[in-house]
Nanobody, 127 residues
Framework: QVQLVESGGGLVQAGVSLRLSCAAS????????MGWFRQPPGKEREFVAG????????DFQDSVKGRFTIFRDNAKNTVYLQMNSLKPEDTAIYYC????????????????????WGQGTQVTVSS
């Protein structure tokens, strides 16, 4: 079993940066693909960014390309989402997720492909 805990969210003004962290416990996630999803107010959960098990591949939702990066520190069992140039439309609850099928190169964008989820962290961007 893997427990994921997100942190780093908050209330910020448009244009600034935030870094979200996803700390895993219970099992090493170094062989897992990891994803970040978000759920804006009144909308469905959507894929934001993903990274494969060794960090060699990443994928992003079109709206965040060039602004967000995802990276992992397997020694710390942690995955990060660096969010720059934040916009009000980035306001959402951000969730970290783990794809427990080991050593996969592919990054999945559907929430159903991920087995473990964190509780989420709120990001609110004011204009």
């Amino acid at each position: 079993q893997v427990q994921l805990v997100e942190s780093g969210g908050g209330l910020v003004q448009a244009g600034v940066s935030l870094r979200l962290s996803c700390a895993a416990s219970g099992r090493r996630i170094s062989s897992y693909g990891m994803g970040w999803f978000r759920q804006p107010p009144g909308k469905e959960r959507e894929f934001v960014a993903g990274i494969n098990w060794n960090g060699g591949s990443t994928d992003f939702q079109d709206s965040v390309k060039g602004r967000f990066t995802i990276f992992r520190d397997n020694a710390k069992n942690t995955v990060y989402l660096q969010m720059n140039s934040l916009k009000p439309e980035d306001t959402a609850i951000y969730y970290c997720a783990a794809d427990a099928r080991t050593y996969r190169s592919r990054i999945y964008t559907r929430a159903g492909e991920y087995e473990y989820w964190g509780q989420g962290t709120q990001v609110t961007v004011s204009s």
